[in-house]
């Protein structure tokens, strides 16, 4: 998978997420994607003071990304 085609699938990943954010008032965004293997987002609106971000980082997001793209090893939340 080039580079291309790796941001589209993460981009596919934050779609499939994104309602489920967008629901409790909150959305991602992709910052960037290092080495082809880590991979920088923001959490924005009520997600950046949750006391569960992180939860969903990892079980959501983390999950999901790593569905369409499986070669990423991290996923970050950045501010």
């Not at 070669?71 to 970050?76: D, G, K, P």
Request: some cysteine; proline content about 3%.
């Amino acid at each position: 998978m080039n580079s291309i085609e790796l941001r589209e699938n993460i981009e596919k990943a934050l779609e499939e997420i994104r309602p489920f954010l967008k629901s409790d008032g909150g959305d991602i965004s992709l910052i960037s994607i290092e080495d082809d293997k880590h991979v920088k987002v923001q959490l924005k609106g009520a997600c950046v003071g949750c006391s569960v971000n992180q939860m969903t980082l990892k079980s959501g997001v983390e999950m999901t990304i790593k569905k369409y793209a499986p070669q990423i090893e991290t996923v970050e939340n950045v501010q």
